[in-house]
Every structure is written in C-alpha cells, then in structure tokens.
C-alpha cells in the first residue's frame, strides 16, 4: 500500500521509507557510533577470564567509525550493524591490539615519568607516560628502581586474544569537524 507524500501529493512506497530509515541507522564510514560492551581474555584452551572492562551501568563507547578508533577486527565486526544489535566476536591480536613487541620493554630514567592520575610514587602494574619522539606514549611499570624503571611501551592487551560482547546503541551522521579531526566531538568524544 502506498502513502501520500504531502508535500507533493506523490504517492511514496512505505517500504522505501522504512530502508531509508534503516541505512541511516546503518553503521558505515562517516558515522559516529555509539555502543555498550563487555570484554574478556580467552587463554590458549579457549576459556575466558572475568570480564576486564564493562560500560554497563556506565557510559556507553563513541567512535567514528572508518577512522580506526576502535580495534580493527571490532570495527569489521561492526560494519554494516544497526541500533539495537547484539555481537559477540573473537579476535586474535593481529586483529585487536597486536602481538607484543619485544623491542616494547625498556629501561628508562625516573625523571621520564610522569604519573597518571596523581600518583605519586612509581610501582609494578601501574600505567605511567613516558615523552618519545612521537609524543606522549602510555608505559605500564614493570619494575621500579630508585633512578630508573622498567617498563613496557606494548599495549596491556597486545598479543592476547579477546573476546567482545556489544550492543550497538546508536548511529548517527558524523558533523564535518568531526571528520575533518578524525574522532567524535561533545558528549562522549572530545571536546575542542
């Protein structure tokens, strides 16, 4: 059954409206999305851990999507969705944070440090920055001397194999400073 389309009398074919709606809430480039997620490790025998990280009774995660701001494999994974889907996936590291560089530990002065939410003394297992010739670079602290500490440039999950729970919660158009910054602005991005 057609409907009117009042604005110019011509009838419009609901179906049609109904994809319209649908290809907007699809998730492709250019568009910011927003979605709840829980995520665990998977050891060698394929069980998996606690759950590392749950947005869930938090902040949902935004990103814009084509720009690799998530995982690659998630953002694969989360290539043509819509709102109110549900996946569950499985990356290997090549597809989620990658294998771990052995060249990633280091020896590094302590005045190179600077502590990450007011700490104040350096200790094993806690995220610190380090200055590089690339910028501001996250460490984890392995060990921690009186003049320098080891620690590891890789990322905590690098060369581990993860496993996601997500629900996609919403999907919008991304603005053009957006896209022209590479990431989502204002609520749950960034603000400039």
């Keep these: 059954m057609a409907e009117t389309d009042n604005s110019t009398g011509n009838p419009t074919d609901s179906a049609d409206s109904v994809t319209n709606v649908a290809s907007a809430e699809r998730i492709a480039a250019n568009k910011v999305v927003c979605f709840h997620y829980r995520l665990t490790e998977i050891d060698g025998d394929g069980n998996k851990g606690d759950w590392k990280e749950d947005s869930h009774g938090s902040k949902p995660l935004y990103y814009l999507h084509g720009f690799h701001n998530v995982v690659v494999g998630l953002e694969k994974a989360l290539e043509g969705k819509t709102v109110g889907d549900q996946i569950e996936i499985t990356l290997t590291p090549d597809e989620a944070y990658g294998p771990r560089d052995p060249e990633g530990l280091r020896r590094i002065p302590i005045k190179h440090i600077r502590y990450i939410r007011g700490g104040k003394k350096l200790r094993s ?13 996250t460490v984890v ?6 003049f320098h500490a080891d620690v590891d440039f890789n990322h905590p999950l690098a060369g581990r194999t993860l496993f996601y729970e997500v629900e ?3 999907v919008r158009d991304a603005s053009s400073e957006e896209l022209a910054h590479g990431h989502v602005h204002g609520a749950g991005g960034h603000s400039h």
């Design 125 to 137: 297992d806690m995220l610190a920055t380090v200055e590089t010739s690339q910028g501001m670079r």
């Design 168 to 170: 996609v919660v919403s």
């Design 141 to 146: 602290v392995l060990k921690a001397g009186k």
